[in-house]
């Protein structure tokens, strides 16, 4: 078995992805873990997660680091902010922003076990609701369905170092189904040129269709 880094505590094992797993023997959503040499590493499903998916597409621009602090928007259950959190360790911290009290019951699990992730349950449109919680971010991470996406990250780049970045994935079916896709991406996009610089474009698929992962660095 051979272990190579690819990015700040992002790694390929064999032909899969993995993070160094911060919490020794935590599992988040059932994902296999790899021992070796005293370290323990957390296998990362493309399939589960958008950011595993781009970095297996090619991503290039990753700016994640140890110490990292990350407003990460639409969190869900956890499954990809967990990963994020072995990536920042326990320098940094993933602020987990969820919309669904269902997911997070789920989230709250997964927070109390990693203690650099904080859940906040709220409305990403109105951010007045943790604007005392967050400090200002290194990182950006949006992952929400929503129809106002763009809208979303203009109003929480607040919270947004300049030069700081996003990753920010469009989800043209929760925009406007009516459209072609690449019309949606576009549009989202022009919406915050006057805001961010676009870095990168990476395409999900196989992983994920009709989403487009896009890198994003504030002016």
């Known amino acids: 078995m051979i272990i190579k880094k690819i990015f700040n505590g992002v790694y390929s094992i064999d032909k899969r992805i993995a993070t160094m797993n911060l919490y020794k023997g935590n599992r988040v959503y059932g994902e296999e873990i790899v021992r070796m040499d005293s370290k323990e590493y957390r296998s990362w499903n493309p399939y589960r997660s958008k950011l595993a998916a781009a970095i297996l597409n090619g991503l290039r621009s990753f700016e994640m680091q140890i110490g990292s602090k990350v407003l990460y928007i639409g969190a869900a259950t956890g499954t990809t902010a967990s990963h994020v959190s072995d990536i920042v360790g326990n320098d940094g911290i993933v602020y987990c922003v969820e919309l669904s009290e269902r997911n997070m019951r789920e989230l709250i699990q997964v927070c109390e076990q990693r203690k650099n992730m904080l859940p906040i349950l709220a409305d990403a449109r109105y951010t007045d609701a943790y604007s005392s919680i967050v400090d200002e971010c ?38 406007d189904v009516s459209k072609n896709p ?18 990168e474009k990476v395409q999900l698929e196989p992983y994920d269709e009709l989403h487009l992962f896009a890198v994003l660095k504030k002016k």
Do not use: C, T
Request: proline letters at 0%.
């Open 138 to 175: 290194d990182i950006i991470y949006q992952d929400a369905s929503a129809k106002n996406q763009a809208a979303i990250l203009k109003e929480n780049s607040k919270f947004l170092k300049r030069g700081g970045y996003a990753y920010f994935i469009i989800k043209s079916q929760s925009v």
């Open 182 to 199: 690449e019309e949606v991406f576009e549009s989202e996009l022009s919406l915050l040129k006057n805001d961010f610089e676009v870095v």
